[in-house]
């Protein structure tokens, strides 16, 4: 199969997940909202789980808000807009709304334009200011690396070559982070990717 076949085949999979991931979220909304009451006693029993006791006006409100979330989101992957954010802002979503111990995001913007990268990684850092969440970004573009979170740990064929945080991160630059890499890995910088980014 030539690789216009198989991009050609890549998207139609991507078309078929991306109806099937919509139909059911939009299927999950209806049924809460068809049975809401019955949503609003499932929530209240996870959080009588958790210890959190809420007032059943507000447990009512945050079911009408996710019924409704989960049917809005749906429809918008099933009429295909906001094809490459919501499906990033679902998932984060689902991976934070247990509260995790580490939400890692491992090369979670590759994929995307620089717009559609800078809309995801904004959702990321709000989800992970708001619910105070020890996460791990693996990622290769440097300014993003510098740019987001309070520790910066660089490494080369398996090992730390260079480990920052607080002040010092705050005031380094991408010409700063490749120096320290040429240094340890004593040659030149080969990723043009890295480079540019």
């Known amino acids: ?20 991931t919509g139909a059911m979220f939009v299927m999950s909304g209806l049924v809460k909202v068809i049975d809401l009451w019955g949503f609003v006693f499932k929530i209240e029993e996870y959080l009588n789980v958790w210890g959190i006791v809420q007032p059943r006006s507000v447990v009512l409100m945050a079911a009408m808000l996710i019924s ?6 749906g429809a ?16 984060l979503l689902m991976a ?12 979670h913007t590759a994929a995307l334009d620089p ?7 904004t959702l990321s ?7 105070h969440l020890t996460t791990m970004m693996i990622t290769h573009n440097m300014k993003d690396a510098i740019k987001y979170g309070n520790r910066l740990i660089m490494m080369h064929e398996g090992h ?24 340890a890995s004593g040659g030149e910088f080969a990723n043009d990717r890295m ?3």
Request: charged share 25%.
């Open 1 to 20: 199969m030539g690789r216009f076949e198989s991009s050609r085949a890549f998207l139609w999979v991507v078309w078929g997940l991306r109806i099937v």
């Open 68 to 73: 409704g979330w989960e049917f809005v989101f």
């Open 76 to 91: 918008l992957l099933l009429a295909g807009c906001y094809k490459r954010v919501a499906p990033w802002a679902l998932t």
């Open 96 to 107: 934070t709304m247990n509260k995790p111990k580490l939400l890692l995001l491992d090369e």
């Open 115 to 121: 717009k559609t990268a800078l809309k995801v990684l």
């Open 125 to 131: 850092a709000r989800i992970v200011e708001e619910n």
């Open 160 to 183: 730390i070559i260079y480990d920052v945080a607080g002040e010092e991160k705050q005031k380094l630059h991408v010409s700063d982070l490749l120096a320290k890499f040429q240094i």
């Open 195 to 197: 480079i540019l980014s």
